[in-house]
């Protein structure tokens, strides 16, 4: 994202309003009638709107020039440009925090979904991978009948379940791309009470 150079049709994808607003102009322009730009343009600045609601001059001095026909391709050029890098700054955030999860150079190897399973984690909670990292406290052992009953109950259950588990047991519901950032899970046996 923060290395993608949008183009005009990525602009005018994201903001039809804008896209609508270019192709008026662009078609005025083309028209080569100054009489009717005069009166379509009259009153307009050289100025155009952000998607967080400010107006921004598209030139110096913007806000008090009007607009005129030869003007539009250097204003619509410049509407484009400001549109497409009004993002740059929350781009390079993001690519900032992912490259403190996965390395910056390794961004180009990965696919999307091995991307999202090391910043995001895992979608798919694995019975497998939950026993690599599970610690049976005393009594317990792998063979221990009430471990054996968990793990049963556990393949049962469908993957939404097992988040749903695993949230509850370790405050997440996806495991780590790396198992060892999850930590042991740690598997105890609680005695009922009796009396």
């Not at 925090?97 to 090391?118: C, D, H, I, Q």
Request: hydrophobic letters at 45%.
């Amino acid at each position: 994202v923060a290395d993608h150079e949008a183009s005009q049709a990525d602009v005018e994808r994201i903001d039809e309003s804008l896209g609508r607003t270019l192709a008026f102009f662009r078609g005025l322009h083309d028209a080569g009638d100054a009489e009717v730009a005069e009166g379509a343009l009259w009153g307009m600045t050289h100025t155009t709107w952000l998607s967080d609601g400010r107006e921004v001059a598209t030139r110096p001095g913007g806000e008090e020039a009007e607009l005129a026909m030869a003007d539009l391709p250097a204003h619509c050029a410049a509407m484009e440009r400001l549109r497409a890098r009004e993002c740059d700054e929350a781009a390079a955030a993001v690519a900032r925090g992912l490259a403190m999860v996965v390395p910056r150079g390794a961004f180009s190897l990965l696919t999307a979904e091995e991307l999202e399973a090391e910043v995001c984690g895992r979608p798919e909670v694995s019975v497998e991978d939950l026993q690599k990292v599970a610690h049976y406290d005393s009594p317990l052992h792998v063979g221990h009948e009430a471990v054996v009953l968990l793990w049963r109950v556990l393949r049962s259950f469908t993957n939404e379940q097992r988040a749903d588990w695993l949230r509850f047991t370790t405050g997440r519901s996806r495991l780590p791309g790396n198992l060892r950032q999850l930590g042991r899970v740690n598997i105890d046996l609680l005695s009922r009470a009796t009396g």
